[in-house]
């Protein structure tokens, strides 16, 4: 089997004490573990910026999108409208949310290289007064966009509207200032920039918001209200939760801030991202976007000579210890590379010679 490294989004490159905490095994119900799952819980609303006064953290079993598919479902429910400003194939993925769960909703879809505009979704705020609430991603990994929130949390708040974010692939990467911009609910997964393994996602909830989820929601295991209702007593899940999971996210946590917390992590992932677009430029390789890049991964347009295929070069590249990423933009020939995880400089060094050598082999 051929070891290497994640240049993706998440899942990632975890580090190997990350991985020594699955091989111990916890009860559900045990006090210590249910301890763990608290002081996880208060640790994510540190990062948030947020008081316990105010918001709330919610952990539910599954992926990230069963995080998001908890808060549309169980916030929105069947009593409101959700208007959707999509810029990629995540806010997309919403609208199928919507759709399957029967959700009264609207969505402005945007140009995949473009940040959704605050001022047109006010408007279409203003023209239906059924809106009550507006969802939107933070870090669109579809391009690697970074999406304007404060703008848009400004018209959405102003206008009395319940905002929802996804921030899958920023929070822990990038700094966020929940209660400050005015998010509502704040929705990442365990296995992106706090570098953990995929097996739950989080929510940061605003708790006058969360109270109004009671008995709303269109799903049994994807109630939020009751997760929390469950969870607020000592720590118990409602239903079996992903001990193993939980252990390397409380490591991964304790890891972020020996790094020096959100702001150092951001510092790593934007020098990786720098070094990444610099070498692929020298090489031919012009990143899709012109501007709004994050620094949690890039998206890059194949050169005008090339003659390879994106399955040639992802296996000459992981043969030589690393995974990039196929596109996901449907207008344009790209693929993409992460700068998250357990990835330095001296990976992206070594990733700029694999891709310089293979080039040679091409041509």
Known sequence: MINYKLLTPGPLTTTESVKKEMLVDHCTWDNDYKQITQ???KELLK???VSED??????????????????????????????????????????????????????????????PDADIIAKEIESDPAITHVS???????????????????????????????AM??????????????????????????????????????????????????????????????????????FTSPTHVVLAFAKALEELSAEGGVSARYARYSNNNDMLIEKMTRLGFETYLDRNQSPIITTFRYPDSADFSFEEMYSFIKERGYAIYPGKVTDADVFRIGNIGEIYAEDIEKLGNIFEEFLKGVK
């Open 169 to 238: 692939s920023s929070f822990g990467g990038v700094d966020i200032d929940v209660s400050g911009i005015g998010i509502d609910f704040i929705i990442s997964s365990a296995n992106k920039c706090i570098q953990g393994v995929p097996g739950f996602s989080f929510i940061i909830c605003k708790r006058t918001e969360l109270e109004k989820c009671k008995d709303n929601a269109v799903s049994l295991s994807l109630d939020l209200y009751d997760q929390w209702q469950c969870m607020e007593k000592d720590g118990k899940w409602r």
């Open 47 to 49: 990062l948030a910026h």
């Open 54 to 115: 105010e918001y709330t953290a919610v952990l539910m079993q599954g992926s990230g999108t069963f995080g998001v598919e908890s808060v549309l479902t169980s916030a929105v429910g069947k009593k409101g409208k959700l208007l959707i400003a999509a810029n990629g194939a995540y806010g997309e993925r919403m609208e199928d949310i919507a759709k399957h769960a029967g959700l009264d909703y609207k969505i402005l879809n945007f140009k995949y290289n473009e940040i």
């Open 136 to 166: 939107m991603v933070h870090c669109e990994t579809t391009s690697g966009i970074l999406n304007d929130i404060e703008s848009v949390a400004k018209k959405v708040k102003l206008l009395g509207r319940v905002f929802i974010v996804d």
């Open 39 to 41: 002081n996880i819980r």
